[in-house]
C-alpha cells in the first residue's frame, strides 16, 4: 500500500524559509511525478509545484522563483523549499504522487507564515 507521509510543519515569519519534504512508501516501480498543492482556509486546493522522474518540473505563478521543488527518486522523496514566504502562502500542504497511473496524498501539513 502506497502511503506518503510528509514533513516540516511550521510556523515561519514573513520573509522567512521552510523546506517540506514528502517520503513515499510502499513503492515497487518508478513514481511518474510527485508534488505539493496546497489549501488555504475557505479556498479550493491549488497546485503549487510538480516535478517528474526526469526532473521537469511546474509550478504555480503565485510561487514562481520563491519555491523550489526537487527529488531524490532512489528515496522516492520530494522536497519543496519555499523563501520569501508571504502571509498568503499559509495552508495545508499536501503532497502528492502519480503511480502506476493512480493519484495518491498525504494527510497533509500546515504551514503558517505571520508575525
Known amino acids: 500500500q502506497v502511503q506518503l507521509v510528509e514533513s516540516g510543519v511550521g510556523l515561519v515569519q514573513p520573509g522567512g524559509s521552510l523546506r517540506l519534504s514528502c517520503a513515499a512508501s510502499?513503492?515497487?516501480?518508478?513514481?511518474?511525478?510527485m508534488g505539493w498543492y496546497r489549501q488555504a482556509p475557505g479556498k479550493q486546493r491549488e497546485l503549487v509545484a510538480l516535478?517528474?522522474?526526469?526532473?521537469?518540473?511546474n509550478y504555480a505563478a503565485s510561487v514562481k522563483g520563491r519555491f523550489t521543488i526537487s527529488n531524490d527518486n532512489a528515496k522516492s522523496t520530494v522536497y519543496l523549499q519555499m523563501n520569501t514566504l508571504k502571509p498568503e502562502d499559509t495552508a495545508v500542504y499536501y503532497c502528492?504522487?502519480?503511480?502506476?497511473?493512480?493519484?495518491?496524498w498525504g494527510q497533509g501539513t500546515q504551514v503558517t507564515v505571520s508575525s
Open positions: 510502499g513503492i515497487t516501480r518508478s513514481i511518474y511525478a
Open positions: 502528492t504522487a502519480n503511480y502506476i497511473f493512480q493519484n495518491y
Open positions: 516535478i517528474t522522474s526526469a526532473g521537469s518540473t
